[in-house]
């Protein structure tokens, strides 16, 4: 089966990286992500900016530049970034920002509204978020005028979840990715969504799996291929995700 990866990080340490309380990541380079994905049918993937990466757009530019086309960028963007700096990123290929709800270094989620409008008028960029769904009601008033985001991990937590199949009836995407993070079994809770929309789930294999508590292994591929019919893997793998990212391209 064809996998369009709508999660991981490069991690080089020619680039710079900050510390995010207490931690600095372990190198995972172009290569390495090369050689741990090399058993599976990889048609494009996003590589997302990490906390641990604050600002910095160098380290992405250069991972796209490698990756190649059929691989797209989610930035870390500060609220006062200029057109040319987006203009030079549009180019590399990145189509989204990311807000880090949950661990920081990203831009203020209170300019979340703002920004991602600006991003998708401009550029028809979408918003990511990295957020515990147990917080999405909080923020419902923002998330409404947000035109297309997505939400990573399937949520994190249970306690949310209702919070979250409202935004799945709503259009928005979310990632099947991160499964070591939960604190749910997602079997249930992927059928729950892929019944909601058919469009919504996006796998990913955040690797390398920064600070999960479960790395990511071929079990988190398996779950899928031995529970959903082959059309069904086929959105979940590939299909819903390389339509959602590259919209643009197409």
Known sequence: MEIFDSHFHIIDPRFPLVENSGYLPPTF??????EATSKYKLVGGA?????????????????????GDNFVGVANIPYDITDNALERLDQVNVVA??????????EEFERAEELSNRLYEKFGWHTELY????ELAEYKSVLENIPRFSIDHLGLSRNGLEELYYWVE???RVKATGFGRLDFEPLAVMKQIYEINPR????????????????????DVLIIEEN????????IF???????YMAKKN
Do not use: C, H, M
């Open 238 to 244: 590939y299909r819903n995700a390389r339509d959602w």
């Open 29 to 34: 380079t172009t290569e390495n992500y090369a």
């Open 170 to 172: 709503k259009g928005v």
């Open 228 to 235: 959903f019919t082959l059309e069904e893997q086929a959105n």
């Open 131 to 134: 957020i515990d769904s147990t």
């Open 97 to 106: 920002v990311r807000f880090n709800v949950k661990r920081g270094g990203s």
């Open 200 to 219: 919504a789930l996006l796998f990913g294999t955040d690797l390398p799996s920064t600070r999960a508590k479960v790395p990511f292994t071929d079990k």
């Open 47 to 67: 590589v997302v900016s990490g906390s641990f990466q604050a600002f910095d757009q160098e380290y992405l530019a250069d991972a796209l530049t490698t990756l």
